[in-house]
């Protein structure tokens, strides 16, 4: 059974941090790439990051880039989301999904329509 579970997620100021963390079972993990979406109230899920376990190619939405880490220990089977210099505009809910043999870059990811599996999320509260 393929599971993927979040944890990490919380209430924190403007300006702290928190550490998302994505523990994957069921499938190989070598062989996905995981993404990290969320979702605020109201609005449409969106992208954030995404790595690539095989090579560890990593993309960033401009709105984290140089705030968020993305990172993959493939000895854990577990995804994380470094999340620095938090804003209140990122407040919603953080979804981990996988999907085998995605393609990613730099400058692309795939789309959220191409991932298999995702995980229940776990609501990351940004206060001013």
């Known amino acids: 059974e393929v599971q993927l579970v979040e944890s990490g997620g919380g209430l924190v100021q403007a300006g702290g941090s928190l550490r998302l963390s994505c523990a994957a079972s069921?499938?190989?993990?070598?062989?996905?790439?995981i993404g990290w979406f969320r979702q605020a109230t109201g609005k449409e899920r969106e992208g954030v990051s995404c790595i690539s376990n095989g090579d560890g190619s990593a993309y960033y939405a401009d709105s984290v880039k140089g705030r968020f880490t993305i990172s993959s220990d493939n000895a854990k089977n577990t995804v994380y989301l470094q999340m620095n210099s938090l804003k209140p505009e990122d407040t919603a809910v953080y979804y981990c999904?996988?999907?085998?043999?995605?393609?990613?870059?730099?400058?692309?990811?795939?789309?959220?329509?191409?991932?298999?599996?995702w995980g229940q999320g776990t609501q990351v509260t940004v206060s001013s």
């Open positions: 069921g499938f190989t993990f070598d062989d996905n790439a």
């Open positions: 999904a996988a999907g085998s043999h995605l393609f990613v870059t730099g400058w692309s990811a795939p789309g959220l329509n191409e991932y298999d599996y």
